[in-house]
């Protein structure tokens, strides 16, 4: 049991850093994170279509549905964990577990772009 107070622990750590941001820059962090995961999901979908976006094919405007679609998830994933939804004004929003996940997935994100951009360089990659 150690190790799960001392994971909860970190969460709590990361969801007072989230509560401490200001309501308006939690809505951009959310914006930002919702982009790149969406860039993630456009280069996943379109791998397992096998149509690159940049060619006149009809195939791309399926992508194009699935990935808005994605957008528009995560987006409203985001928006519930990091920013809230003021239904109840005696309740404030608060920073939870879902607050720090979707941090740590906008982060993953992060890196993995990362990581593929530099593969890319490096091995030439162009499209």
């Known amino acids: ?10 969460i709590v750590l990361w969801a007072n850093r989230l509560n401490r941001l200001p309501r308006s820059t939690r809505i951009i962090v959310v914006a930002v994170i ?9 280069l996943v979908v379109s ?8 060619d006149a094919d009809p195939q791309v405007t399926t992508q194009i549905v699935i ?8 987006y409203g994933v985001g928006w519930w964990a990091m920013v809230g939804f003021d239904l109840d004004p005696d309740r404030p929003w608060y920073a939870g577990t879902p607050a720090v996940w979707f941090a740590a997935a ?15 360089l490096a091995l030439g990659y162009v499209l």
């Open 1 to 10: 049991m150690p190790h799960d107070s001392r994971s909860r622990s970190r």
């Open 34 to 42: 919702t982009m790149e995961l969406v860039a993630l999901a456009w």
């Open 67 to 74: 990935v808005c679609v994605l957008g528009l998830v995560f």
């Open 106 to 120: 906008g982060a993953a994100g992060l890196i993995v772009i990362v990581m593929l951009a530099l593969f890319g």
């Open 47 to 54: 791998r397992i279509t096998g149509v690159n976006a940049l």
